[in-house]
Nanobody, 124 residues
């Protein structure tokens, strides 16, 4: 069992930056892949970025490539999402997720563990 707690959401103007954090507790993450997903009102949950914890391999959605950076701090068991050049279309609830498999996957249904979500609102 892995418990995930997100933080760092908030209100920011277009073009601004935010850093989200996801603290994991309960298990060592050496065999996990961690991901960020988001869900805007009336839309399905969509993939944002993911990282294989032990190797650092990453993948990004095309919509955030070049603007968002996913990273992790092993000693803190914490994953981050640095979001720069934010746009109004980035407004959503952001969720971190984990799955006990060393493989990249953009499908949310393949992630077994989820945080409670943190709201990101980008205003113009």
């Amino acid at each position: 069992q892995v418990q995930l707690i997100e933080s760092g959401g908030g209100l920011v103007q277009t073009g601004g930056s935010l850093r989200l954090s996801c603290a994991a507790a309960g298990r060592t993450l050496a065999t996990y892949t961690m991901g960020w997903f988001r869900q805007a009102p009336g839309k399905e949950r969509e993939f944002v970025a993911e990282i294989i914890w032990n190797y650092g391999d990453t993948r990004y959605a095309d919509s955030v490539k070049g603007r968002f950076t996913i990273s992790r701090a092993n000693a803190k068991n914490t994953m981050y999402l640095q979001m720069n050049s934010l746009k109004s279309e980035d407004t959503a609830v952001y969720y971190c997720a984990a799955r006990n498999m060393i493989a990249l996957s953009t499908a949310p249904q393949l992630y077994a563990y989820w945080g409670q979500g943190t709201q990101v609102t980008v205003s113009s």
